[in-house]
T-cell receptor
Framework: AQTVTQSQPEMSVQEAETVTLSCTYD???????LFWYKQPPSRQMILVIR??????QNATENRFSVNFQKAAKSFSLKISDSQLGDAAMYFC????????????FGSGTQLTVLP | GAVVSQHPSRVICKSGTSVKIECRSL??????MFWYRQFPKQSLMLMAT?????????EQGVEKDKFLINHASLTLSTLTVTSAHPEDSSFYIC???????????FGSGTRLTVV
């Protein structure tokens, strides 16, 4: 079974600075998808970014980018120019290649943005 | 974009009663629905996966007779917590997937409190 590990329960960053959230995963599959989701206090899950394992290029969405290291099974999220609205719980997730295609989530990292 | 409407957002019920949570896809057909449970400051734990017109597949340790899932149409899935007890108090989130290769759309969650 796939597992997703987020080793940083809490992180903080100064407004306008850059922060990197770590995520590692364990799988025997070669084809899969990885995601970062944001859960603000409203608890609505919001997709931040996704990465296809077959793509070597790291995904980027405005201020959010990933460092995908397939051999190391690492998938970190970099947030540049942090804003107060970025404060949230961030979950790394893995999607199986099986027919069910369910997501497996990491334990989450609570990000605080300091003004 | 795709929207999943989840109701109710909050519900308080007496121990021993049943509660129904609805998730409705507003502008797409949800071929697969995932139901999660989330405890405070913890990750999302998959409870079950349902495909339209089929019986739900429950994760290990989830009582299928307690958590009844119905996915009778492509736009509506329901989770019924039967004979609820205080330990069933939690945050429940649904997530819909439209078709192979598409993303996941999350409902806004339901906070269930059993007294």
């Amino acid at each position: 079974a796939q597992t997703v590990t987020q080793s940083q329960p809490e992180m903080s960053v100064q407004e306008a600075e850059t922060v990197t959230l770590s995520c590692t995963y364990d799988t025997s599959e070669s084809d899969y998808y990885l995601f970062w989701y944001k859960q603000p206090p409203s608890r609505q899950m919001i997709l931040v970014i996704r990465q296809e394992a077959y793509k070597q290029q790291n995904a980027t969405e405005n201020r959010f980018s990933v460092n995908f290291q397939k051999a190391a099974k690492s998938f970190s999220l970099k947030i540049s120019d942090s804003q107060l609205g970025d404060a949230a719980m961030y979950f790394c997730a893995y999607r199986t290649s099986g027919s069910a295609r369910q997501l497996t989530f990491g334990s989450g990292t609570q990000l605080t943005v300091l003004p | 974009g795709a929207v999943v409407s989840q109701h109710p957002s909050r519900v308080i019920c007496k121990s021993g009663t049943s509660v129904k949570i609805e998730c409705r896809s507003l502008d797409f057909q949800a071929t697969t629905m995932f139901w999660y449970r989330q405890f405070p400051k913890q990750s999302l734990m998959l409870m079950a996966t349902s495909n339209e017109g089929s019986k739900a597949t429950y994760e290990q340790g989830v009582e299928k007779d307690k958590f009844l899932i119905n996915h009778a149409s492509l736009t509506l899935s329901t989770l019924t917590v039967t004979s609820a007890h205080p330990e069933d108090s939690s945050f429940y989130i649904c997530s819909a997937r439209e078709a192979a290769g598409s993303g996941y759309t999350f409902g806004s969650g339901t906070r269930l409190t059993v007294v």
